[in-house]
């Protein structure tokens, strides 16, 4: 079993469609991050929550923080091409050193 | 630009070949990561660095080898890889490691190696 299971695995949308993917994990954290990955690059940082409910908006993208830190949501409002790619989410857990784990990922594909 | 640069970005060999991947970053960053990414599984992370001294080792095989000679530079050294092994390895960056599990550092990623095994 994964740390973190993210669902879907695959979203394919219309252009100016909503959308939300999770993560989910039976584990509590104290932090998560979000990264999106576009093909034949590397990911990159979107957010990191640290408050059990925390919300945070960058533009059309919604982040929530689970209140007991198990698990996280990203809404994407009035999807757009540009937002394609693989969304990750990642943790630290230290329980035994310094272990970064990402989940299985979304791949999104926005059809324009 | 993310200021983490990987050379090759592909690479073919084959099995009984040895190469180095090379990761570079200009971030001004004290730890460094190998991470590797195969299809329909996770990413994975094989091996970090912090401040050069390296702090895991995720029971990677010993066909591949990591260097850190400082701060800004990182190897992975392969020798007999295995078909199993072709996948795309990413390099990342950040801050140096706290060790408090609240202190979850940015990493900054590279565009990675895309690595095929023959």
């Known amino acids: 079993t994964q740390l973190l299971e993210q669902s879907p695995q695959f979203l394919s949308i219309q252009e100016g469609e909503n959308l939300t993917v999770y993560c989910n994990s039976s584990?509590?954290?104290?932090?998560l991050q979000w990264y999106r990955q576009e093909p034949g690059e590397g990911p990159v940082l979107l957010v990191t929550?640290?408050?059990?409910?925390e919300v945070k908006k960058l533009k059309r993208l919604t982040f929530q923080f689970g209140d007991a830190r198990k698990d996280s949501s990203l809404h994407i409002t009035a999807a757009q091409p540009g937002d394609t790619g693989l969304y990750l989410c990642?943790?630290?857990?230290?329980?035994?050193?310094?272990?970064?784990?990402f989940g299985t990922g979304t791949s999104l594909t926005v059809i324009p | 630009e993310t200021g983490v640069t990987q050379t090759p970005r592909h690479l073919v060999m084959g099995m009984t070949n040895k190469k180095s991947l090379k990761c570079e970053q200009h971030?001004?960053?004290?730890?460094m990561y190998w991470y590797k990414q195969s299809a329909k599984k996770p990413l994975e992370l094989m091996f970090v660095?912090?401040?050069?001294?390296?702090?895991e080792n995720n029971s990677v095989p010993s066909r591949f080898s990591p260097e850190c000679p400082n701060s800004s530079h990182l190897f992975l050294h392969l020798h007999t890889l295995q078909p199993e092994d072709s996948a795309l390895y990413l390099c990342?960056?950040?801050?140096?490691?706290?060790?408090?599990?609240?202190?979850?550092?940015?990493?900054?990623f590279g565009d990675g190696t895309r690595l095929s095994i023959l």
């Open positions: 990342a960056s950040s801050p140096p490691l706290s060790g408090r599990d609240y202190d979850i550092q940015p990493q900054h």
């Open positions: 990642a943790v630290l857990a230290l329980n035994t050193g310094n272990q970064f784990y």
């Open positions: 929550v640290v408050t059990g409910g």
């Open positions: 971030l001004g960053h004290n730890a």
């Open positions: 584990s509590v954290f104290s932090s």
């Open positions: 660095y912090n401040f050069k001294e390296q702090t």
